[in-house]
Nanobody
Framework: QVQLVESGGGLVQAGGSLRLSCAAS????????MAWYRQAPGKQREWVAT???????SYQDSVKGRFTISRDNAKNTLSLQMNSLKPDDTAVYYC???????????????WGQGTQVTVSS
């Protein structure tokens, strides 16, 4: 069974920084693309950033230049460094990963439970 566990959310003032982490554990044969999504109150979940298994990142336009996604394939972890935070960044942030649990199956989509990020003005 695969689990994704996020950490690092919290309350920060506008202009501040936070670093989110996500640890994947369990039966993992191969960890493919990993991503961060977010969901603000009353809005649909939206994509924030993706990093492929070899490290190629991509970002939503609104976070380009402020957020940096990274991963450690040896530790099966994902991070999101968020700088110059704005009140509009307030949301629950979710870790997402495409995982093959064994060599015969997948990849399947897995999600973490989410971590709250609140940016005050």
């Amino acid at each position: 069974q695969v689990q994704l566990v996020e950490s690092g959310g919290g309350l920060v003032q506008a202009g501040g920084s936070l670093r989110l982490s996500c640890a994947a554990s369990g039966s993992i044969f191969r960890l493919n693309a990993m991503a961060w999504y977010r969901q603000a109150p009353g809005k649909q979940r939206e994509w924030v950033a993706t990093i492929l298994s070899r490290g190629t990142p991509s970002y939503q336009d609104s976070v380009k230049g402020r957020f940096t996604i990274s991963r450690d394939n040896a530790k099966n972890t994902l991070s999101l460094q968020m700088n110059s935070l704005k009140p509009d960044d307030t949301a629950v942030y979710y870790c997402n990963a495409q995982i093959r649990p064994d060599y015969m199956s997948g990849p399947y989509d897995y999600w973490g439970q989410g971590t709250q990020v609140t940016v005050s003005s």
